[in-house]
Nanobody, 115 residues
Framework: QVQLVESGGGLVQPGGSLRLSCAAS????????IRWYRQAPGKERELVAAITRPGGSTNYADSVKERFTISRDNAKKTVYLQMNSLKPEDTAVYYC????????WGQGTQVTVSS
């Protein structure tokens, strides 16, 4: 059974940090590019960060460059999103996506940045 399980979301003050995790099972994780998306209320889902298969090249949305870092541990089948200097506009549900021949999605984790 394919699963992507996100964790690590929560409420944080502006300027704070969170680390999201995405744990994968049920497919050959190392073959997949992994992406983090987010969707804020009333807005379309947007790509935040991506990391390729074992080569590990990364890409970021302009709005999160220099603040977010994506990484992967293929042995643990887990991808991380380190989020620093969080802003209220980062508030959204964050989703993990695995992309290769097929796309798999997690259920999402809520991140709320508010004082």
């Amino acid at each position: 059974q394919v699963q992507l399980v996100e964790s690590g979301g929560g409420l944080v003050q502006p300027g704070g940090s969170l680390r999201l995790s995405c744990a994968a099972s049920g497919f050959t994780f190392s073959l997949y590019d992994i992406r983090w998306y987010r969707q804020a209320p009333g807005k379309e889902r947007e790509l935040v960060a991506a990391i390729t298969r074992p080569g590990g090249s990364t890409n970021y949305a302009d709005s999160v460059k220099e603040r977010f870092t994506i990484s992967r541990d293929n042995a643990k089948k887990t991808v991380y999103l380190q989020m620093n200097s969080l802003k209220p506009e980062d508030t959204a549900v964050y989703y993990c996506n695995a992309h290769y021949i097929r796309d798999y999605w997690g259920q999402g984790t809520q991140v709320t940045v508010s004082s």
